[in-house]
């Protein structure tokens, strides 16, 4: 693909805050987008220039959006196969649906990150109950069975310390699932991979990220680990990144393990997307995420990804973003907020970053 | 006022960068923006949730978009008393109708400044030739013959060397003016003043501003001026927003003059708005002069004004925005695009902000 003039369109499924700071980013050099969404008054459609109101399976409705688009992006890695076919078909589609099948599945993805080499939990799927004594053989106990697909924020999982626990998860996530086995880790981080369509890969600093009720509460850069694990951790993110052929803002959670040998890594999972521990970016570096999304979809040179400071992160969840005149009395507090009606418990409001520089 | 809360709407006035780049740093804060242009496709139609077309004296298009709005703002100082007063008249209106009235008409804005205490070149209004020799009397010769009202980039002036030149630029103009003495200026400053509507002043570090075809070209901040200097422009800034009870950025364009008892300060124009000058904060400050805007308008407190390095700002001219593919291969190149979709002679197409960090 050759490198898109600026009013060029970037069209964008999912119109929730990863899909309004990628348009906000967008705008900003120049190119106009276009939000794909099912829900009207999506937080994305508000910064666009255009949008659609359809379901992600409406092939009439896609097919007009990838004529009205110059590529196609996403927000979210549950975009399904047959619309992600349906549109490459058309125009370019950064991340593309190979990235996609593979980060949508936990086995295709383990499976995958074992190929290129990179360690990760032992692992088994498991269909049916007549499985499981296999996979806790693999595994150990206790373990973790997640279903397959679909879940998130500790959704679609449950951690067992039996084979009469496992079995009774199983008959509650009722669909193909995976057992990992527990990582007993110490920290876990981020690594914030951008590749560009255009070649060239740049990765963030390596955050941490603290989790409160299976969701990230907070990001803290650099991450408290040895420069060593740090840098080792920005390869892993690179190998992965080439290793898919990857375009675009990928995210890499990492679990970093601590015994008697010092520390080491495990990956834990990939997001196809601009990512919640990258969000301190938009502070905290030259170039956020969120532009170098759009850079890296549009064929363009990447920006730097040089770090201001020690940035915290945090997440604003539920009701914590009604307190948004107490965060802005503190004139360095850089608050986010997502523009969604109304906040319930668990849902991401916003978010603030707070930069400490040195000297 | 009391404070708008996140989901508020901003109405703008305008539809051109400045508008734009308002309604970016608007929503980055929760905010919806509703934007009122005459012209169809205009660039901040695009990143707003809900836009007018229509005339600035159409009444009842004003009264409508006043209805759906929550405060008023605009990128321009040429709105019509009246149609500031329809606004002002329904919702808040900042910065308000006084600041409008005397920085639209350059006799009143020089008059203001001297009753408040401020140094202005000599000046003197001309509305007939018969009044020609007692301006020059007034201003001495060379001097500038400015329209009162609508001049911008050198439009609508002309340096006069003698009472003939002066008379036949009076004929040429057509309107009234103002004569002006020529100020041997050793550089022109600006001071990006924000005052909230919640009480708080904050002022930008002073850059220098460097003109090619009578059009920014260049802020660099900080300014070439001796520490005192820089402060005295500051508190300049500040006591112009203070004695005007103003409301929003203001921008603040002073020449710095040379001579034996140093460097002094002569005010030579103000802008009630967000300012050219001040697109370095973008980059090269915690929070930029839009959000600060909105800030303000919105009744928040102020962000941080600090600065982050040595900031040069350039702005895109004509065809300069052709490059930007050879501007975004340096990782360090903040580009801003403004979208707007014919590069013409003398359009500002968008700005290069690079920043030198200490250290």
Chains 1, 2 share one sequence.
Not at 259 to 264: L, M, Q
């Amino acid at each position: 693909m050759s490198a898109l003039p600026p009013g060029s369109v970037i069209g964008i499924l999912g119109g929730g805050q990863l899909g309004r700071m990628i348009a906000l980013a967008a705008a900003r050099l120049g190119f106009d987008c276009h939000v794909y969404c099912p829900e009207p008054d999506s937080p994305a459609f508000r910064v666009a220039a255009r949008h659609t109101v359809a379901a992600y399976d409406d092939a009439e409705a896609l097919a007009a959006f990838a004529e009205a688009v110059d590529v196609v992006t996403y927000e979210f890695e549950n975009v399904p196969a047959e619309t992600a076919a349906l549109l490459a078909a058309r125009r370019p589609l950064f991340p593309d649906a190979r990235a996609l099948a593979i980060t949508q599945d936990r086995i295709a993805e383990k499976t995958f990150l074992r190929e290129a080499g990179v360690d990760v939990a032992p692992f088994a799927a498991v269909d049916t109950e007549a499985e499981l004594d296999a996979a806790i053989a693999v595994t150990g106990l206790p373990a973790i069975l997640k279903t397959r697909r679909f879940g998130y924020d500790g959704k679609g999982q449950a951690k067992v310390a039996s084979r009469v626990e496992a079995a009774e998860a199983l008959a509650r996530l009722g669909q193909g699932c995976i057992l990992e086995g527990l990582v007993p880790f110490a920290l876990e981080v981020s690594a914030i991979v951008v590749r560009g369509a255009a070649g060239g890969t740049a990765v963030y600093d390596i955050g941490e990220n603290r989790h409160a009720n299976h969701i990230l509460d907070e990001t803290i850069v650099p991450a408290p680990v040895a420069a060593a694990t740090a840098a080792a951790a920005r390869d892993l993110g690179v190998a992965i990144a080439d290793h898919l052929g990857y375009v675009g803002v990928l995210g890499v959670e990492i679990f970093v393990v601590r015994d008697g040998a010092g520390e080491r890594l495990l990956v834990n999972e990939l997001a196809p997307r601009v990512h919640n521990s990258g969000h301190w970016t938009e502070d905290g570096a030259v170039t956020s995420q969120f532009e170098n999304h759009v850079r890296a979809i549009a064929g363009w040179p990447l920006g730097s990804v040089t770090r201001h400071g020690t940035v915290t992160m945090k997440n604003l969840i539920g009701d914590a973003a009604a307190d948004y005149a107490a965060i802005v009395a503190d004139p360095d507090a850089r608050l986010h907020l997502y523009g969604k009606r109304e906040a319930r418990p668990g849902r991401k409001m916003g978010h603030l970053n707070r930069v400490v520089r040195p000297g």
